[in-house]
Structure formats: C-alpha cells, structure tokens
C-alpha cells in the first residue's frame, strides 16, 4: 500500500498510529486502508470525509466529550463517537445519516444558547470552529434563547500580556486543559465545577499569576474566542502566512508568521516543524515584537570617538568609513591588528560570508563566535572521542529512551519545547537522574514527574562526578565489553578503564569534593548503566567550566562503555542554548578551522577554499576573542568588525573587555540595537531581524532549517548583504544575488552540506546533516555502524579543581543560569512584554546563607569577586544549596559579567561562568561598576536619540 501523505492544513481529529498493521474499512461508500490503531474519525479525514468535531484535535489524545462526531457503524447498536472508537477490519462507516444530523443539530444548538451571538463583531469571525461546526451540522435556529441560566456574563481575564481568557465563549470542550496536560506538561489547567457550572480555572487565579507558562498551546487548542491573541483582537484575522523559523534557543522551533501584508499578526507552531511539531514556548510564539521595537537603530551611524555623538550617515558613507579605516589600520599596525566576531544568531548565509570577509580580505584568521564562550568544549570534546563535533540523536529519540540523565541543564527554561516532550516521556515512565548543583523545575516543580536521583553536585566538581559514575561502572562489570571491543579503540579503554577504577576516582574518595551521598552517585551509575536505552543532555552546566571540554570527552566515554549511543533512545545530547550556536561553528567560525571543522594548516583544505575564494588563505590559526581583547589591551590590535554580538554583556570580566575596546580604533558593530558593546563603537551598521531575512539556521540536532523572509528589512539590507557591501568596499566583491547562492557555495565546499540547498529545504522542511550523496535526506541519528572517526575512542579524564577556590574573604561560589521568559543577554526579550515575569536578575542566596548575613527576602545586596563586584536584589530559597549562590544574565545594568572572572577552558578558552567566588552582604546603593554603566549608557543612548530605560534602585 502506498504511504499516507498527511497535510498539515488538515486538523485529522485525532494522531496518527505508527502500527506496522494496515486496517481496510469503508467510510460513506469509500474504502480506506488505514494504520492499526487509528481513530474512525481519522480514517475518515485521510478519506477526505471531514466528520464535525469540537473536543477533538489531531495534536491531543481522542477525548470523546462534544458528541459531534458520532457516526453509525452497521451491525452495531447506537452511535459511537468516531473519536475514541478505533477502526477494524471490515467494518462499515456512515458519518452522514438524517439521524446522525438530526442529533448533531441538537447538540449544537445547545453549544449556541449559552455562546454569545457576536459573531460579526468576534476577533475570530471566519477563523472559528464553532461557528464553522454550526454550519457544517445546518444548525439555522436556536429554541432555548437567553432567558435561562447562562454564562454571557463571565469576566474576561485580561492579565496575561499576550492573550485573553473571554469565559463568556467557552463551550468546555477541555482542549485548552488537555493541551496543557499532553503538550506541555505544565497542568496549570483544570476544569472546576461539574454540569453546567463546569467552568476552565486556572487554579482558580488570574492566568499571569497562576503556574501557566504562557506556552500558547491552550490558544492554540481552542476551537472559539475563549483563548485568543491579543495581536488578532488588535489587527483582525491574518490573510497569509510564511513558514519560518524561531531565532530564540537551540530548539530551533519551525514557525507560521501569519501576516496583514508586512504586519506580523501571530506566530503559529508548525505542526510539520521537525523539532516542535506544532508546540512552542513563551519567545517564539509571543516574544516577536522586538523586531518592530521603537528602540530599533535603522539608519547607519559614524563617529571618530567614543566620546563624541552619533552623526547618522547614509549607507555608502558608512560602508566607506569604515572600510578606509580597516585598511588605515593594516597598514599602520600590521594585518593581525583586526579581526572579527560572527554571532549564533546570524543565519548559517551571514556566518559564513563573515568568516570568508575575515580569511579572504582581512587576510587573517581572527574570527571567533559567541559559540566558543558557550559550546565549543562540545565540539572539541566531541570531535576528539566520536569523530563529529555535534550531538548524536534527533529530539524524537528521546521517547525512545528508558533513563534520561541531564547533567549541567535546565531543559524546562533553556529549551522549553524539548522539555515537554521530554517530560511526556518521563510521564509515561521513563527514570531521571539529574546532576545540577540546584534544584531545577524538574526536580522541585513539574507534576507528576519525579527525579530518581539529584546528584546536587559542588559547582566546578563535573569531572569528579563523571569520574566516579565511570569507577562504578567498570568496577561492577556493567561495561558493555561487546560493544566496545567492536566499536571502539580497544588499548584506549584498557587505558581508561585502569584510570577510573582507581581507588581515589571511587564515589567514596570523591563525597567530600562532589557534596554528594556515594550510595545516590553508585546508584544512580547503575540505573545509567542496566536501566535500559539511556540518553545523557547536558548544557552551558558542562561546558562553562575549566574543564569543559575534560568533561564532554567524560560523558562520550560513558557513553561508549555502556553502549548507549548509535541508536534511538541513547546517545550524547548537547542541549545548544542560542538558535545557531551549531551552525556557525558549522560555518568554520573558529579561527582555527574553516567550515566543516577543518583545520587552516590543512594543505588540500586551505586549497580547495584559495580556488574557491581566488585569495591566497593563512595556514595560521588567528586569535580567539580573550586573544584579540589582551592584544588590544596591549595596544596591538585595533580594529574589530562584530556581527550580532554583545560580547561586553555577553563575556566574562566585562571590565577587562572594556577596557580592550576603548584601545580600539576601530570597532564596528552590526546588530539591531545600540548595545553594549555599541557604547564602544566606532561605526554602527543597523541589522535586520529573523522576520527580515533569507537564510537557515541549524539547531542542536544538526536540523538545518528554513528562515524566510516575511517583511522588508526596516534598514533596506539583510544582514549578508551589509557584509558583502564591507567586502566590496574592501576590493573584493562578492557577487551573491540571494542567500540561497551562499548556501550553494557552503554546499560546494562542506562535505556534510553537500546536498543542502534552498529547494530541498522548501521541499522537506527540514535536513539534518550529514546531507550528502550517501544521506541524501540527511541523518536524524549519528555513528549508526561506526564512529564518524572510525573506533570510538576513550580518553582520560583526570579531575583537576578550578583555581578558583573558596576563602574567608569571598567564601561563597556564585553560579549562573537561564530563565524561562529571558533569553540571554535579553537584548530582544528585555524589549518586550516579557518583562512581565522576569523584569531584574536577582540573587538566589540559601535560607542559611541570609541569615548569616541579616540578608531578608527583597533586599539590596552585593556581590563581591576577585574581578569586580555588583548589586542585585536577594531571594531566599532552598533551591540553592548551602554555599552556593545563583544569577541570571538578561539584563546589562546587572552586571553578572562584571564578577566573572576570565578563566576558562583549558582546551577551547571557553569561560567558567559557572564557578566565581564570592562574597555577598547587605548594601544601599549600587556598585560603582553600576553607577558608571549608568551614566555611560544614558549618555551614550541619548546620542543616537533615544530615551534611556535603564533600571533604578530606589
């Protein structure tokens, strides 16, 4: 039989089934062949005939409640609902019958006398499925009238920023409940009440102050006004759409931007996005209003100093400045005194034809990306023990796995989309060992989930931890010797395995440094181990440490001495936390590999790109960011060209990058807002938006996917084509018509894009590389029958503690994380109503903690290192252990960076954001560090015409 070819227009009522068992039955006189499992109803829309439904969507499970969908089936008694009754072989369907549409008309006439007839005036007229279903069943009066009891005069709850909650048009149909439930995972849904007084509650509190998430799923799932975007009530109902893809975290959700020609309406979940399938968080869905943010910078603006005003320029002018003074610069100081900086914000497109501006024109390799300061252990970590330095598995295969083990990531809040499928397999059983050294929603605040072990670990102890996982697994015999002998480096295990059953690498030896009981640590190595198809995810908790990349060769060790990697269910999951962190170090955004992570000094590589690019390349490697800011600060380097990128929020010890930027001559700065790192600019080229823009991006399963362009650019250019005008002006034009043509170069010179290309991604929605002649349709699962390096290999990993220690003067260790509604350093998210739940950072500090310091719940305290010092307000919580200290970094007047110091990776220069000792004490006004950000930033916005907002402490 040939495959069913679904339509993702098409609501089928109820999901698919994956049964291998085919079904034959006849619907209305037309005979279907339908999987084993599947829903009447189903079978009946993948025939064409639609049966009216209202409680039923094909994203929930079957729920059998509105009785509009009940259908007669010969040779059974009364009328089952074509929902919850599942096809059989032979049977006979008759949706359309004069009984059938005589109970239908009933049971909508009831709907309608407790709806409000408003239909000309309702934000949803000509969008609803109520008013649809009337029409289907041929519903013409209505006999109750509105004389009897009825809900028309319900509250509307307006206290949700982006959506309205009118109970006055609900019909109870449990959707909203239920994708809450099954979607998201959140169950901050409930119907309250029974009969005619059933009512949806929010637990019976206003929806911002409730636990909903604002994921958007119980918009999404209602059939009525009832739940309804703000944007729609405002500006009416969409009359087309552009698939696109979210620019927020690593997920990299697949959207609908649905429009009124160049006005955004509303961002809908696709239900084909390969990554989300049809679901969505708080950013992508609502947190799109920063594109057309009255803070936006449109026009280019110069100046010679840092100290004088802005003076808007014309494009040209701009462009030609800032290319005279490149060359100025080359010539007075030497090639190496400029460099760039590319962005994981940037398309795939962007990145690539930055990094070809730095090798081609500037003549140097100095190129580095915000990638490196969060994920690059990942990739060399990766790269050194299985071959490709990119996580292993697809999101889907994690309802494939039996033990799921999160190390150094806080899913619910960084990749919120992933976790709630994540979560829906932990529901469905699934165990969960988590190491974090705080207590993450998934230990302390998701229903009906509960963590195995929490190995709450000392912040900077990973590799101690991983060690000792490692000790128990080899000293018991639970390594999968089978495996390894025919999949791996056998003399590199041999190796490995003497290191780790070392006496001092045992949970016991290690309890003191870990913090953690040796019985949970051996416990929870065991269920890793036997449990079943295990999965390790891990995040920025890993990575941002001095042994970052020390820890990332740990966990593929694990790994591969379990045998839980190369098929679904298993595998080594960086969870990426910006929406292109892949993808430009795919683009050969290191200043030591070119795209595809080949090395500079490689002589056939270099030759393929000197052909390619007619320019001859260096084979040296050039400096990475930390390098290009000593070398400023010594007053050898001096010109910097920065594409979407805040590395003075962004980077550690932001007085240190300051200071480097102010002995800069020439700093260019390409983004969508005056920034931090704007303050210290020189050229100002305005940046155009995801919803701006041709290009792809590639999240953290190597999904490439589709970004269109669905409104002009508010500064006449997408952002390549500013790069290429730099180039040009530069004497190297670079004669690209279309982003699709930088993809067609990048295809022809990275072996795993090789089959990449604009079409196939309109084609297919989506490709995960590699995409090649081998994998044409690209490879969701990696290192299948063999390691991209050939034999997996095992490495050492010898725990060595960060330098920096705890002491009587800064006795505390301060760590840092993400939170749901921010995004980084929220220069978009800070720009919209997402303030609303997040509006400061604020200091998490133990109950014991507090009290040691007269600390009370709201108060001013600072925060003193051995870097710098800042203020934030405290909460006092048990989420944080004794000891340990806990910030975000979304907002710049923070100063989170200001205390961080400049350690890092020994591998990668990756910094150790996760680990600063420090001091806390109550305080009555800002740091120094704060009063002077203040003062510079309201001068500095105040140049380009702008208001300031910054934070007061009053």
Not at 497 to 520: I, Q
Not at 528 to 555: K, N, P, R
Request: net charge negative.
């Amino acid at each position: 039989m040939d495959e069913i070819k679904y339509n993702p227009n098409i609501d089928y009522g109820t999901p698919s089934s994956q049964s291998a068992k085919q079904v034959t039955l006849t619907i209305d006189d037309r005979e279907i062949t339908v999987p084993d499992g599947v829903s009447i109803m189903h079978a009946a829309a993948v025939a064409g005939v639609m049966v009216p439904k209202l409680c039923a969507t094909d994203s929930l499970e079957p729920f059998g409640s509105c009785r509009l969908c009940l259908v007669e089936v010969e040779g059974r008694r009364g009328y089952p609902a074509s929902c919850t009754t599942p096809v059989a072989e032979g049977i006979v369907v008759h949706t359309q019958t004069p009984k059938l549409a005589d109970i239908r008309r009933g049971t909508m006439e009831l709907y309608i006398s407790d709806h409000p007839l408003d239909c000309l005036t309702c934000a949803t007229n000509g969008d609803c499925e109520l008013q649809d279903m009337a029409g289907a069943v041929g519903l013409r009066e209505v006999r109750y009238g509105y004389d009897g009891e009825n809900h028309l005069a319900s509250v509307k709850d307006e206290s949700n920023p982006y959506f309205t909650f009118d109970p006055s048009k609900c019909i109870v149909c449990s959707r909203c409940v239920r994708a809450c439930e099954e979607t998201q995972g959140t169950f901050a849904l409930t119907i309250s009440g029974r009969g005619f007084e059933s009512k949806v509650s929010a637990g019976n509190k206003s929806f911002l102050d409730s636990e909903c998430v604002s994921c958007g799923a119980c918009v999404q799932a209602c059939p009525t006004a009832t739940l309804i975007e703000k944007t729609v009530i405002e500006a009416g109902t969409p009359e087309h759409s552009v698939t696109t893809t979210c620019a927020y975290c690593g997920v990299g959700c697949s959207f609908d931007a649905e429009m009124k020609g160049e006005e955004v309406v509303r961002m809908t979940p696709s239900k084909n996005g390969g990554a989300n399938h049809g679901h969505s968080c708080v950013k992508g869905r609502f947190a799109w209003g920063y594109a057309t943010h009255k803070d936006r910078i449109t026009t280019p603006m110069i100046r010679k100093s840092i100290k004088d005003p802005w003076q808007q320029v014309g494009w040209d002018e701009a462009i030609n400045y800032a290319a005279s003074e490149l060359t100025r610069i080359q010539k007075q100081y030497g090639s190496d005194a400029i460099g760039g900086i590319t962005s994981s914000r940037c398309t795939n497109e962007e990145v690539y034809v930055t990094q070809k501006l730095i090798r081609a024109v500037f003549g140097v390799n100095n190129v580095d990306t915000c990638a490196r300061v969060c994920h690059s252990p990942t990739g060399y970590g990766l790269k050194q023990t299985l071959g490709e330095s990119a996580g292993t598995q697809t999101f889907d295969s994690v309802m494939h796995s039996d033990v799921i083990f999160i190390i150094g990531a806080n899913p619910t809040d960084g990749h919120p989309v992933f976790a709630s499928q994540m979560k829906r397999r932990l529901r469905e059983g699934a165990k969960l060992i988590i190491a974090d050294p705080r207590e993450i929603d998934l230990v302390a605040n998701s229903p009906h989930i509960r963590a195995d072990y929490h190995l709450k670990l000392r912040p900077g102890t990973n590799v101690a931890l991983i060690s000792a996982l490692a000790h128990v697994i080899v000293t018991e015999g639970l390594v999968q010797e089978a495996f390894v002998k025919e999949r791996c480096e056998w003399d590199s295990f041999v190796e490995w395995r003497d290191f780790v059953a070392k006496p001092e690498n045992s949970p016991e030896a290690l309890a003191d440094e870990l913090g953690v009981d040796p019985e949970v640590v051996r416990s929870a190595a065991r269920l890793y181990a036997t449990g079943g198809d295990a999965a390790i995810y891990y995040g920025l908790g890993v990575t941002e440490h001095s042994q970052g990349s020390t820890t990332v060769m740990g966990i593929a060790n694990l790994a591969m001495a379990t045998a839980n990697i190369g098929r679904e269910g298993v595998g080594v999951n960086p969870l990426r936390g910006q929406n292109n962190v892949q993808g430009s170090c795919d683009m050969g955004s290191m200043p030591h590999e070119f795209p595809g992570y080949r090395h500079v000094a490689d002589d056939a590589t270099r030759a393929l790109f000197e052909t390619a690019w007619g320019r001859p390349l260096s084979k040296e490697p050039g400096l990475r960011i930390p390098n290009m800011l000593d070398e400023a600060g010594e007053g050898n380097f001096k010109g910097l060209y920065c594409v979407g990128e805040d590395i003075v929020q962004s980077d550690p010890n932001t007085q240190h990058v300051t200071h480097a930027l102010e002995n800069m001559e020439c700093v260019i700065v390409q983004d969508l807002f005056l920034n931090e790192t704007a303050m210290f600019a020189h050229v100002f080229f305005p940046g155009a938006s995801f919803l701006e823009k041709n290009g792809t991006f590639t999240n953290a399963e190597r999904r490439i996917s589709p970004v269109r362009r669905v409104m002009r650019p508010k500064n006449g250019y997408e952002d390549w084509e500013v790069t290429t005008k730099l180039s040009e002006a530069l004497g190297y034009p670079m004669p690209y018509n279309h982003a699709s043509e930088i993809m067609d170069e990048i295809a022809a010179l990275t072996p795993t894009f090789h089959g990449v290309s604009f079409k196939k991604l309109d084609e297919m929605g989506s490709v995960q590389w590699p995409c090649d002649d081998e994998h044409p349709d690209g490879t969701p699962i990696m290192h299948i029958d063999e390691f991209v390096r050939g034999k997996g290999k095992f490495f050492i990993t010898q725990y060595v503690p960060t330098t920096e220690k705890v002491n009587a003067k800064f006795p505390l260790i301060l760590t840092t994380g993400r939170i749901l509604s921010q995004y980084n350093v929220g220069a978009q998210t800070r720009r919209t109503q997402n303030t609303a739940w997040h509006p400061e950072d604020i200091l998490e500090i133990h109950p014991h903690d507090a009290e040691e310091r007269g600390v009370k719940e709201g108060d001013w305290v600072g925060i003193v290192s051995r870097a710098g010092e800042t203020v934030l307000r405290a909460k006092i919580t048990e989420r944080v252990q004794v000891g340990v200290v806990y910030t975000t970094f979304h907002h710049p007047e923070s100063g989170a960076n200001v205390i961080t110091t400049d350690n890092s990776d020994w591998a990668t220069n990756c910094p150790e954001f996760k680990v600063t000792a420090v001091q806390v004490s109550r305080v009555s006004q800002l740091s120094d560090w704060q009063k002077h950000y203040k003062t510079f930033s309201e001068a500095q916005i105040a140049f380009a015409g702008k208001k300031a907002e910054a934070a007061k402490v009053s």
